[in-house]
Each structure stands twice: as C-alpha cells, then as structure tokens.
C-alpha cells in the first residue's frame, strides 16, 4: 500500500512563499505522472501542476505560471511544489497524486490508478 505524506502548508501573507512536500512510501512502476491539485469550497477541484515520473516535463494551470514550480527529489520519493508570489485566490487544500495517466495537462482529471494524499491547507491573507 502507497502512503503519500503532504506538508509544508500553512497561513501567508500575500506576496509571501510555501514549499509543499509530498512523499511517497514508494513509487509503484505504473507511476507515470505526480500532480499537485487544489480544492477551494464551492469550487471544482483544479489541476495546478504535474510533472512527469522522469522529471523531463512539467505543466502549470496558467494562473500559476512563472509563481509556482514543481519539482522532484527521486532519491527521497518526494514531489515539491515551490509557490511564490501568493495570492488570496491560491488558497484551497492543496493534493498530491500519483497518476498513471491523466487528462490535460496539467492533469486536471485522473485516468486509470490514482494514490492521493491527505491534503494540506494553504491559506493567503490580504
């Protein structure tokens, strides 16, 4: 069983900075994506960025393109999304999954496996 460990949420300011983790106990062979999504009340949970498992590609929703940067460390099994420049509207629980296919890029719906993380909670103050 993959458990997937979130961290680094928190309360800004806005302009202000959070690295979110995300760790996998393991990364399963039919891995092919890892995706940071976010979920805001009475809105549709969104696709913010994914990279894929080799780390040769990456895909930002536009409203964080050039804020936000998803990366990976393969020798700690963690995905980190670096969020810059933080807006009010950036707040929503924030997810990992991984994927072995999506829809879009970024992933904005899964296809197929999916492992998700419990979640973690960023909140942008005005």
């Known amino acids: 069983q993959v458990q997937l460990v979130e961290s680094g949420g928190g309360s800004v300011q806005a302009g202000g900075s959070l690295r979110l983790s995300c760790r996998a106990s393991?990364?399963?062979?039919?891995?092919?994506?890892i995706g940071w999504f976010r979920q805001s009340p009475r809105k549709e949970r969104e696709g913010v960025a994914t990279?894929?498992?080799?780390?040769?590609?990456?895909y930002y929703v536009p409203s964080v393109e050039g804020r936000f940067t998803i990366s990976q460390d393969n020798a700690k099994n963690t995905v980190y999304l670096q969020m810059n420049s933080l807006k009010p509207e950036d707040t929503a629980m924030y997810y990992c999954?991984?994927?072995?296919?999506?829809?879009?890029?970024?992933?904005?719906?899964?296809?197929?496996?999916?492992?998700w993380g419990q979640g973690t909670q960023v909140t942008v103050s005005s």
């Open positions: 990279i894929s498992r080799g780390g040769g590609s990456t």
């Open positions: 393991v990364f399963p062979y039919w891995v092919n994506y």
């Open positions: 999954a991984l994927l072995r296919d999506c829809h879009g890029r970024p992933c904005d719906r899964t296809l197929g496996d999916t492992y």
